[in-house]
């Protein structure tokens, strides 16, 4: 069975491109459209990777990060921030939330394929 | 695919008008000196995902200004960068620009000049800035104009750069060696080592999801290979936690490798594990160097190979994952995709649905019609028709949307008036939740805008001129919107000169619209400018004289069932109410008879039906009559008189059947029927498709026996006007 990813983002064309993209390379998809849903949905579906946004309206990505790492099922779960930002700052916060790695956006569908390969083979 | 992408590009579309108006709103709290962390944050949100969906359909121009509008937007949200007026002034006017740039993206205008707001924005930067102006612009702001159209592999049109993503921390992203340089590397040199790492992921590493065998595969890439091991942290089995790191691994990479590539892969490690990135000394070295490919029988020193079967501790220690997946039944089937909370339905589906529903409310008329109260019981009516008007009721609800929608590009054209006419403009608006049917909403966005611009160019004086006569210098535009009865009201309001109705006549008889001695009251004249082809803008300006003149205003919002009313106060203002219906297919209504003939009433309108008593009439000439309910005169108006159904000698008012209805205008109204028959739902089938539109008649709808019967417009009936008109109307009624 091939590898289930759980996307969480705020922007539904983006979920639908990450959906397209991955679903193209071989991967299952679910999504959620902001943290707090994120975080049920990780409970519902418990994917292989978890990849989220993170300016999100009610639970931003950095809160859906420490929530999952705080729960001990998910606690090697891969996580990889998919965002337009890329400051050192915002990077090492995702660090130390428990990100695994950071995707900038936008992201080209093959880099975003050996991207997510990288941690989700 | 690429209609999958285009339907996801609609999406994004849609979503970024979405965020527009979400900016827009945010930015105009601000102005008003809402400094809320959440209200700053919702721009920052919406400029942010406008930007990022931008780079992923390839929109650079796009990307790019919202990249550097966003690096404002963060360094206030960070409170780095105050925000007094002029900053959010500068703000609005670079979501102005954004708008355009979607616009442009969409293929609907040119790409704009973003220069103005750019060299404004960054001198906000640079003035309040901290180091970092636009640091950023590099990956984002110069999306190689990759131009490949067919080629992807995956179906997917270019998107723009790849911003490659964690190994990239620096930020520049563009010099990644990546495909060229890894895969038969290793195989391809057998040179001497060059760079020596020893790599011991720490707990937290564990912990992070930062696999140790995805790190080790990754500098593998880069040409490492593993060279030796240290298990000798590893405990005994039953005291090992297979969550914690205790192993340590050496690496060797070409002498070729790229430090940063190589720190790269420990991006995400956290710092607490051990990782050690040395350059080998030269080969001439003396010591065993392990030159050949027998390295891997002749271990580096410090990587004992222990007695114990160790390798397969190692790897269940260096793989904590593979126990873990079987625990993880993946249950996919269930649970539909919480990610769409909202999902968007075609609007033709939505009105496809709403026909049915009027059939549906027909049919059961017609079944109430035909069966007796027994058998209505007995197949359980009543709960269908109950059952009916709740689908009826949701369906109504699905197409309900907030007004707001409609409100929220006024801002906007405001800074644009204020930029062409040099009139400073304050905005109030109240109503904006009221919820409005979609299509209602959709159709008032035009007459709005012109009456909008209208209230500006025509309305509102110069601030001179405002201060001559004693007003402030900003003028107030007005904008409201409210749900009264069946009817959504929405009015234009300004406090400026007024229609000034010399000149408004002396037009009109040049134009030949009216006679030179015509007796006209003030409203009538007002009414003048919604005339066809009445201009009096001295000058065609740029702004209201586009050729769509106010008659054109009228027309379209009677051709959604409403109409327009003009009061206007010279030297004080002029507001213009537009009266709509909350729904165009749907109407409670009474049935009654005028005639012979049946119609229906809206019964939003109704206040009592009465008989009245013969003391009760006063009638000063035939055409004037009035009947005194609780101390008030109503009027009354004959209907079927005005229909020209009437039939043999005029009644005698105390013996007919008022129905008191309530006018916006004119206050109750008596309209004298000959009987009422019923009250229903009725599905409201427009005339205009077949025939002009006919004063005094809303439509026409099907009744439960399958006859039609014309639908009233009581505004229009009641309206003062109406005398003008009735002559027209017993002609076409007749």
């Known amino acids: 069975m091939s590898k289930l990813i759980l996307t969480v983002d705020d922007s539904a064309s983006m979920r639908m491109l990450l959906k397209a993209t991955l679903t193209a390379q071989g991967y299952r998809i679910e999504s959620a459209n902001d943290g707090k849903h994120g975080l049920e949905r990780m409970h519902e579906v418990r994917p292989d990777l978890l990849i989220t946004d993170i300016n999100m309206p009610e639970m931003d990505g950095f809160e859906l990060i420490e929530a999952v790492r705080g729960i001990t099922d998910f606690r090697g779960t891969p996580i990889l921030v998919l965002s337009t930002e890329f400051s050192d700052e915002k990077k090492s916060r995702a660090r130390s939330a428990g990100a695994t790695g950071w995707i900038t956006k936008p992201f080209e569908p093959t880099k975003l394929g050996a991207a997510v390969r990288r941690v989700c083979p | ?734």
């Open chain 2, 1 to 734: 695919m690429s209609d999958e992408l285009d339907e996801i590009q609609a999406i994004f579309f849609e979503e970024c008008a979405e965020g527009l108006t979400a900016a827009e709103r945010g930015l105009s709290a601000m102005q008003d000196g809402d400094t809320s962390s959440e209200t700053i944050a919702a721009v920052f949100r919406a400029v942010h995902s406008i930007k990022g969906g931008a780079g992923a359909f390839g929109h650079s121009a796009l990307t790019a200004f919202a990249h550097r509008f966003e690096n404002l937007l963060d360094e206030v949200r960070a409170e780095r960068i105050a925000a007094p007026p002029e900053t959010v002034a500068v703000m609005l006017t670079a979501l102005d620009v954004l708008s355009d740039h979607v616009a442009a993206a969409q293929g609907t205008i040119a790409t704009p000049d973003d220069s103005g707001s750019l060299a404004a924005l960054d001198a906000i930067l640079n003035a309040g800035g901290a180091s970092a102006p636009t640091p950023a612009p590099a990956p984002v702001a110069e999306p190689e104009p990759v131009a490949v159209e067919d080629d992807d592999p995956f179906g997917f049109e270019p998107v723009a750069v790849a911003i490659d993503d964690f190994d990239a921390l620096d930020g520049a992203p563009i010099d990644l060696p990546d495909l060229d340089v890894k895969p038969a590397a290793a195989a391809e040199k057998d040179a001497a080592p060059g760079w020596h790492v020893r790599f011991g992921p720490s707990n937290d590493a564990m912990a992070n999801g930062a696999e140790p065998m995805l790190v080790i595969r990754e500098l593998e890439e880069l040409g490492g290979r593993v060279t030796g091991y240290d298990a000798s942290a590893l405990p005994p089995l039953r005291e090992l936690d297979p969550e914690n790191g205790y192993v340590s691994w050496t690496l060797e990479l070409p002498e070729w490798c790229d430090e940063a590539r190589i720190h790269d892969a420990f991006d995400f490690v956290p710092p607490d594990s051990l990782i050690v990135i040395e350059r080998e000394p030269p080969p001439e070295e003396p010591t065993a160097d392990p030159v050949s490919d027998s390295a891997q029988e002749a271990p580096e020193p410090q990587a004992p190979v222990p007695a114990e079967p160790t390798p397969a501790p190692a790897l269940a220690a260096a793989e904590p994952a593979p126990a873990k997946p079987k625990a993880r039944p993946v249950s996919d089937a269930r649970a539909p995709d919480h990610g769409s909370q909202t999902i968007r339905v075609d609007l033709t589906k939505l009105d496809m649905l709403l026909n049915l529903v009027g059939e549906l409310v027909i049919r059961n008329s017609i079944l109430s019609d035909r069966l007796d109260s027994e058998d209505q019981e007995r197949v359980e009516l009543p709960e269908l028709a109950r059952l009916t008007r709740e689908i009826q009721d949701n369906v109504m609800s699905l197409r309900a949307q907030p007004i707001r929608q409609a409100f929220s590009r006024v801002p906007r054209m405001l800074r644009d008036l204020h930029a062409e006419t040099g009139k400073i403009i304050d905005l109030e608006t109240f109503g904006e939740t009221t919820e409005v049917d979609k299509g209602v909403i959709e159709k008032i966005g035009d007459p709005l805008t012109h009456l909008i611009r209208n209230a500006v160019d025509h309305g509102l004086e110069t601030p001179e001129e405002r201060v001559r006569v004693g007003k402030p210098e900003a003028g107030t535009v007005t904008l409201s919107a409210e749900q009264k009865g069946a009817r959504i009201i929405v009015t234009v309001a300004d406090d400026g000169r007024g229609i000034d109705r010399v000149r408004v006549r002396g037009k009109a008889v040049e134009r030949g619209l009216i006679a030179p001695d015509a007796n006209l009251t003030d409203e009538e004249i007002d009414q003048l400018i919604c005339a066809p082809g009445f201009s009096t803008a001295e000058t065609i300006s740029n702004i209201s004289g586009r050729g769509v003149g106010m008659d054109v205003v009228r027309s379209n919002v009677e051709a959604l069932g409403g109409r327009v009313d003009i009061s206007s106060v010279p030297g004080k203002g002029t507001t213009f109410t537009l009266v709509l219906p909350l729904t165009l297919a749907i109407l409670d209504g009474m049935v009654v008879r005028l005639g012979g003939q049946r119609f229906v009433l809206p019964l939003a309108t109704v206040v009592e039906t009465l008989q009245p008593e013969p003391d009760q009439v006063r009638s000063t000439t035939p055409d004037s009559e009035v009947i005194e309910v609780r101390g008030q005169y109503i009027p009354v108006r004959r209907l079927p008189r005005m229909f020209g159904l009437e039939r043999g000698e005029r009644r005698p008012i105390e013996d007919s059947l008022i129905v008191v209805v309530e006018n916006d205008a004119e206050g109750q109204v008596g309209l004298l029927v000959d009987t009422i028959d019923d009250r229903r739902e009725v599905v409201i089938k427009s005339l205009e498709e077949n025939l002009y539109p006919i004063r005094g008649l809303g439509g026409a709808t099907i009744l439960g026996d399958g006859s039609i019967a014309l639908i009233l417009d009581v505004d229009a009936l009641t309206a003062p006007s109406l005398h003008q008109t009735r002559a027209q109307m017993r002609g076409i009624a007749a």
